[in-house]
């Protein structure tokens, strides 16, 4: 499934700063960054299990949010991409 | 159901590729080009001067990740497996079949089978799309000669037969093979299949495809648990994967040959695109080996109506689902190796 992560980390404080860059790589081992706290990850049901568990080790609920859609499939029909847009579509011909 | 997982050609000189986390990073002179999920990958398949990390290689390993190393001429030069692990008793059946010579041209026949009918297919294709009466008549013949060549196979009582049949039947088919090129077919002549290395374009290009084809049968066997060295219709050579070569034959023609002759008829590649080195080997550059990887991979994700399973499934996976069909008749859960059989 075709899903998309957004957050927002409280950054006041150093542990909040390490709540950042632990959400981000989170999100990075499971999918790629589209904006700056936007992420969009195609997993199956496991791994989506074990992204929300990982994700939710890392923020403080009382201080930081994270939002998770779930993004109607096929992706690429459904989503509309405008401006510097450098993503990768992970499911395509990979050669470099 | 297995999903198809992506495989990662690396062709840029002074490539880099890293573990970072969970993900794969792969740098060209420091810059950072991509970053990949692991899970995403299936293997990872690498032409002349890339550099992998330990850390990433033994992960891979760990996770039955393939990893694949190629010279910059798209030779094989070494795969990296992890322990040997899958199902003891499906591979002690696997050795067991190999002594019972029953078994054995039951596999080989049922494979040289599929391979005859499904190159009969393409070659029935070429000349119902031939420009002239001339090819149309030749590859007819070709045509012909493969249900002559399928006849036998069903009377052939003992390997070594089959193992003619099949010579006979690729030798005829080659010999009319470029009757399917309908562009630029001087360039593009081909008599006979030769290779290490390749004399003409056309077989460079098919041996090109074919390393890439025996990856992918290469990791469908390994995924099955079946040992990719021990086959049937190939002699057991030290260092040769004789499975993977057999799972290929069915696929050679719908999957590869197609693939170069569509590349050459809609010009994606001419004859600029290879070299000729001394001593009379073609070698092919290093963009058109990108455009044929891509190619290679987009077919891949064409689906097909597998007539076993009677469901469409991506190219691609059909090597694996007829290891897995292997796989059953080795165990004896099934009577008769069924061979892919395209449209």
């Known amino acids: 499934m075709y899903i998309l992560i957004t957050y927002d980390v409280s950054t006041e404080t150093e542990a909040g700063k390490k709540r950042l860059r632990k959400v981000a790589q989170v999100c990075k081992d499971f999918g790629q960054r589209v904006q700056k706290s936007v992420f969009e990850c195609s997993v199956n049901e496991a791994q989506f299990e074990q992204l929300k568990h990982r994700l939710l080790q890392c923020i403080d609920e009382k201080s930081d949010s994270l939002r998770i859609y779930r993004l109607r499939e096929p992706a690429k029909k459904y989503i509309q991409e405008y401006g510097v847009n450098l993503t990768i579509d992970f499911d395509a011909p990979l050669v470099l | 159901m297995h999903i198809l997982l992506n495989t990662l050609y690396l062709m840029t000189p002074r490539t880099l590729v890293r573990l970072d986390h969970e993900t794969v990073k792969i740098e060209v002179e420091g810059e950072l080009k991509m970053q990949i999920p692991l899970h995403h990958l299936g293997s990872i398949v690498c032409f002349g001067d890339v550099t992998l990390t330990t850390p990433l290689i033994m992960r891979c390993a760990e996770d039955k990740r393939l990893i694949v190393f190629h010279d910059q001429h798209g030779r094989f030069k070494a795969r990296v497996e992890g322990p040997v692990s899958g199902n003891v008793f499906l591979r002690h059946a696997q050795h067991e079949a190999l002594s019972d010579s029953k078994k054995t041209t039951a596999i080989a026949r049922n494979i040289v089978a599929g391979k005859i009918r499904n190159t009969r297919q393409v070659v029935l294709r070429g000349a119902r799309e031939a420009d002239n009466e001339d090819d149309r008549k030749a590859l007819q ?55 290490r290395p390749p004399l003409d374009r056309m077989n460079a290009l098919l041996s090109y495809i074919y390393a890439l084809l025996l990856n992918d049968c290469l990791s469908a066997a390994e995924g099955v648990g079946l040992d990719p060295q021990i086959g049937y219709l190939h002699v057991l050579r030290s260092g040769r994967p004789a499975l993977a070569l057999d799972l290929m034959e069915e696929f050679r023609a719908i999957l590869a040959d197609r693939l170069a002759l569509t590349l050459v008829n809609r010009r994606q590649i001419d004859e600029r695109d290879f070299v ?68």
Do not use: C, W
């Open chain 2, 276 to 343: 000729e080195r001394p001593g009379g080997a073609v070698h092919i550059n290093d963009n058109a080996r990108k455009e044929i990887a891509i190619a290679y991979q987009k077919r891949k994700q064409e689906e097909v109506l597998h007539p076993v399973l009677n469901r469409k499934v991506p190219l691609g996976l059909v090597p694996h689902i007829q290891a897995r069909l292997l796989a059953r008749v080795l165990r004896g859960d099934a009577e008769e190796y069924l061979p892919f059989m395209y449209r």
């Open chain 2, 141 to 195: 013949e070709t045509a012909r000669e493969l249900a002559h060549g399928l006849d036998a196979l069903s009377r052939s009582p003992d390997l070594e037969q089959i193992r003619g049949i099949e010579g006979n039947a690729a030798r005829h088919y080659f010999a009319t093979l470029d009757r399917m090129v309908r562009v630029n077919r001087e360039a593009f002549k081909i008599t006979h299949r030769n290779r």
